[in-house]
């Protein structure tokens, strides 16, 4: 399909020569999707990457850094990285793909992992920082609107630590925005993010052979197709625009539907039933939430994307329904 037209904000962009880029979280999904379109841009002369671990492939014109951004020196370290390879740009996608049973390991990799990063970019001046977090910040309560705004409050549950989180990484990105005017900062609020090669943890569930449903709820959702998530990367990396931007795919689905549309089966269960079942299977590794996304399935926490549109030049490709569809 035909890529969007361009606003204003991309098209000031489009030709020139980009500083040289670092992605952080090679090994995830979005690191790998956007190290990807980056060697693929002849515009991006310099891409520099860091993880844990090497890659068990062709980096091509790509340098590799092993760093632990859990580690109390990580931040020295990486801002002698960027110093050494002249970074203008970090796409910092060090993220789990989903909730985790290591709750304190999942912290000190997301938001101790970020505040190193922020960091190594303060103490450089990096000019631009991406970051891909997630509409569940938002929270998925009854009295949501429709269809939620980035000027909306995140008000996703503190007590439960893969929202927590992430709203705990915003809040230092609006800190290093505010205290570094300079640095363009850049945050992409996306949908679930479903596709065939997707790794995200809602994916894995619709490859499930069963799925759940909370009785007597049936809330709107929508989704975000892989390729559109890659699309948002590199445009919120190319273009000069500062702050939340909320990604999905256009429309929305009955949470009712979304088992037929990748052919799999469904079973409601009332809420009580669910909450013990899920804090049975989770521990177990049999089902990739655990019990406070039921939350999730049970109230509407659906993205407006206009502000993306505008500021990003972004276009999703794929519908919520489409994007399901490319699942199965």
Known sequence: MPEAAPTSSTRRVRGRKHPPTLVTGLSGYAG?????????????????????????FDLGRAKFFRVDLTL?????????????????????????????????????????????????????????????LSTVSYGAR??????????????????YPYVRDKIEVEQLLAEHARRYPECCVTVLR???????????????????????????YDPLMQFLHQDDLTFALKAALDADSPGAFNIAGRGVVPYSAVA?????????FPLALARTLSAALWPVYALPFDPR????????????????EGGLGFSPRYSSREALLSVS
């Open 293 to 308: 996304y039921l939350e999730y399935l049970r109230y509407l926490f659906v993205a407006d994307i206009s502000k993306a």
């Open 142 to 159: 009854a009295d949501n609107p429709n269809y939620l705004t980035e000027e909306h409050p995140l008000r996703g549950d503190p007590k």
């Open 72 to 132: 109390p020196t990580a931040d020295a370290l990486v801002a002698e990285i960027l110093e050494e390879e002249q970074i203008g740009r970090v796409m910092h996608a060090a993220f789990l793909s989903g909730p985790s049973h290591d709750h304190l390991r999942a912290h000190e990799l997301e938001t101790i992992g970020t505040m190193h990063v922020l960091n190594a970019c303060a103490a450089v001046g990096v000019e631009k920082i991406v970051v891909p």
């Open 190 to 216: 996306a949908a679930p993010v479903v596709g065939p090669d997707s790794s995200y943890f809602f994916n894995k569930y619709l490859r499930r052979p069963l799925m759940l449903r909370l009785s007597g």
């Open 260 to 268: 037929p549309l990748v052919g799999r089966a469904c079973i409601a």
């Open 32 to 56: 790998m999707a956007l190290f990807e379109q980056l060697l693929a841009d002849s515009r991006c002369p310099q891409v520099v990457c860091i993880d844990l671990e090497r890659p068990g």
